[in-house]
């Protein structure tokens, strides 16, 4: 179905000649460290067998046009010139144009950029804002095919130096749709290993795979409520990233280190290596701060157990840990909903060993675990849910294929 959607012979009718390459870029599902990414904290996420397609092909002027027969989106069209103006507010074509912009800006003087337009026709298999990262693997599908058309110069993503710099820049360029993101899903969205999870580390920005246990069953079901992050969730997104920097910034005051420069009282990752007792420093801030501090630091530390837990195979562990994310994302970070509480409680009287949202929250989905042998019960029950079993799969891909 996916795939038909951006057949050579739809791209023909569409455009009038076959395409000449194909790309495939992954979602993602997180399995936990939520709202985490952008304090430069580990995260643990997967890439997902759901992914964003496109067909391409380049074209002899500078125009980007691109197609879907997604129903609600129309066709986008721009020049790759830098500055690519934005359109409105929340328009799918702002992230097409983060992608090809972020190849234009990377172009000072390393040759990524050349103004190379191409057609290109999209579809998904995913389900659009519900928290599975539709928007940055479209961010990513457009910027492999700018490349796969001419515009990345030199730049092999069979190179894993190459792949985590891009997953680098694309996190940075995605900030030009107005949400103050992190960097886990366009890294997710490249470096993904099938059958792994992602542990993701920042600055420098790092990905290590650690087997699932194949006994082990990830099931994905929505909450039927729309998380659109450069929409309706992007104001409580940017908020939630200021607070995060103003909690770190008082929780370095309280420690005693006023003295440290500005960007070293910005640092989670230095201040998770001193000792400190959690209560006792969010207690000197102000309510909701406290909250979020708390919510960060302790999300931390689940990251690094939970990581321990999948290695271990240590399956009621992991489902525990997950839990607390999600009583922590709902208590004290407030990013949960009562649909969102409701089918993780589901999820958990159907036997999961542990449940929680998945994504920025605010809507969306949860990721719930279970043992294989439990995987029906589990499915049964989220089955007005469209629940689906989340198979961990490799990072994005292009194909050239070859016109007759
Ligand atoms: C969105 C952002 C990510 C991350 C998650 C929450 O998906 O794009 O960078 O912050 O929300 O964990």
């Given at each position: 179905m996916t795939l038909d959607g951006v057949a050579p012979e739809r791209f023909r009718q569409t455009y009038g000649t076959l395409p000449t390459g194909l790309v495939r870029a992954p979602g993602r599902v997180n399995l936990i460290g939520e709202h985490i990414d952008y304090c430069g904290l580990s995260v643990l996420p997967m890439a997902l067998d759901r992914a964003v397609w496109m067909t391409f092909r380049a074209r002899d002027d500078d125009q980007v046009r691109v197609a879907t027969i997604e129903p609600g989106y129309e066709p986008v069209q721009f020049a790759a010139r830098s500055p690519i103006e934005p359109g409105?507010?929340?328009?799918?074509g702002n992230y097409l144009r983060a992608g090809v912009s972020t190849l234009l800006s990377a172009?000072?003087?390393?040759?990524?950029?050349?103004?190379i337009g191409f057609d290109a026709l999209v579809a998904t298999d995913l389900p659009v804002a519900s928290g599975l990262s539709s928007s940055s693997a479209l961010v990513v599908a457009t910027a492999v095919a700018a490349i796969g058309a001419g515009?990345?110069?030199?730049?092999?993503?069979?190179?894993a130096a190459t792949r985590l710099d891009l997953a680098g820049r694309l996190a940075a360029g995605e900030r030009y749709v107005g949400t103050a993101g992190g960097g886990m899903d366009q890294a997710a969205c490249l470096l993904g290993v099938a059958g792994c999870a992602l542990r993701i580390d920042f600055g420098p920005l790092s990905a290590t795979s650690i087997q699932i246990p194949t006994d082990w069953a990830l099931v994905v079901a929505h909450s039927g409520e729309r998380a659109e992050k450069s929409g309706s969730a992007q104001r409580v997104y940017n908020t939630r990233t200021e607070e995060a920097l103003g909690a770190v910034r008082v929780a370095w005051r309280v420690l005693g280190?006023?003295?440290?420069?500005g960007a070293g009282l910005e640092s989670y990752r230095e201040l998770l290596k001193v000792p400190f007792e959690l209560g006792v420093v969010s207690r000197q801030m102000d309510g909701a701060l406290g909250n979020r501090f708390t919510h960060i630091v302790s999300e931390a530390r689940r990251v690094g157990e939970a990581a321990s837990a999948v290695e271990a195979a240590d399956l009621a562990g992991f489902g525990e840990l997950l839990n607390a994310s999600h009583e922590s994302l709902k208590h004290d970070y407030e990013v949960s909903t009562p649909k969102l509480d409701a089918l993780v409680a589901r999820a958990i009287g159907a036997g999961a060993a542990g449940a929680r949202l998945t994504g920025a929250g605010l809507g969306g989905a949860i990721v719930a675990v279970t043992h294989g042998s439990e995987l029906d019960r589990l499915v049964d029950a989220l089955a007005d849910y469209d629940p689906f079993v989340a198979v961990a799969a490799d990072g994005a891909e292009s194909w050239t294929l070859s016109t007759p």
């Open positions: 409105p507010p929340g328009h799918w172009g000072n003087g390393d040759g990524l950029a050349s103004g515009n990345g110069g030199e730049l092999d993503l069979t190179d280190a006023e003295d440290r420069d």
